[in-house]
């Protein structure tokens, strides 16, 4: 079945920089799109940023110059380079196809800019 397994977030303080990574299986991984997707306390689930299938990236405008997305399909993991983080970054962070596929989410992973 799909699964996503999300890793590397923590306590940073503002200025500072994380990378994610997502471990994905379940279907052909260089076939799909991909997305990070943030959730902070209180909000809605919202699309950070997305890599097609052939390597084109798009990213909310609150985050486009300070985040990278992008993906190694040799080992079917998707990663999120953030820079510049602010507090308004913080918020757990998931990985999921792009469209979705199924209803399957993976645990997340905490990211916390603060100092």
């Known amino acids: 079945q799909v699964q996503f397994v999300e890793s590397g977030g923590g306590l940073v303080q503002p200025g500072g920089s994380l990378r994610l990574s997502c471990a994905a299986s379940?279907?052909?991984?260089?076939?799909?799109?991909m997305s990070w997707y943030r959730q902070a306390p209180g909000k809605e689930r919202e699309v950070v940023a997305t890599?097609?299938?052939?390597?084109?990236?798009y990213y909310a405008g609150s985050v486009k110059g300070r985040f990278t997305i992008s993906r190694d399909n040799t080992k079917n993991t998707l990663f999120l380079q953030m820079d510049s983080l602010k507090p308004e970054d913080t918020a757990v962070y998931y990985c999921n196809q792009s469209p979705r596929r199924s209803a399957a989410w993976g645990q997340g992973t905490q990211v916390t800019v603060s100092s």
């Open positions: 379940g279907f052909t991984f260089s076939n799909d799109g």
């Open positions: 890599i097609t299938s052939g390597d084109s990236t």
